[in-house]
Nanobody
Framework: QEQLVESGGGLVQAGGSLRLSCAAS????????MGWFRQAPGKEREFVAS????????YIADSVKGRVTISRDNAKNMVYLQMNSLKPEDTAVYYC?????????????????WGKGTLVTVSS
């Protein structure tokens, strides 16, 4: 069964860093674009970052640009989200996603797989 499992969330103080991981299993995800979305309490889900299947190109949302990087290791079927200089407004559940086209994925379209999410809480 294909699945994405996130880890690495937790409680961190403002200004701190976290690295989220997404473990993909059940199929070869190396041919899919991967990405991260987040949903804060009482808010709609929003795009955070995406990466093409080969890892050559990435796309970062303006709200986190300069503080977040996305990377992947296809040999390990892993995707990572490094978040630095965290702010209280980054508090959210972060979801790992996968789909055939990065340009669609970042718009929330054509997503084939969603993880169950990992909670990030940033205290002020």
């Amino acid at each position: 069964q294909e699945q994405l499992v996130e880890s690495g969330g937790g409680l961190v103080q403002a200004g701190g860093s976290l690295r989220l991981s997404c473990a993909a299993s059940g199929r070869t995800f190396s041919t899919l674009a991967m990405g991260w979305f987040r949903q804060a309490p009482g808010k709609e889900r929003e795009f955070v970052a995406s990466i093409t299947w080969g890892g050559v190109s990435t796309y970062i949302a303006d709200s986190v640009k300069g503080r977040v990087t996305i990377s992947r290791d296809n040999a390990k079927n892993m995707v990572y989200l490094q978040m630095n200089s965290l702010k209280p407004e980054d508090t959210a559940v972060y979801y790992c996603t996968a789909g055939p086209r990065e340009s669609q994925l970042r718009r929330g379209e054509g997503i084939l797989y969603w993880g169950k999410g990992t909670l990030v809480t940033v205290s002020s």
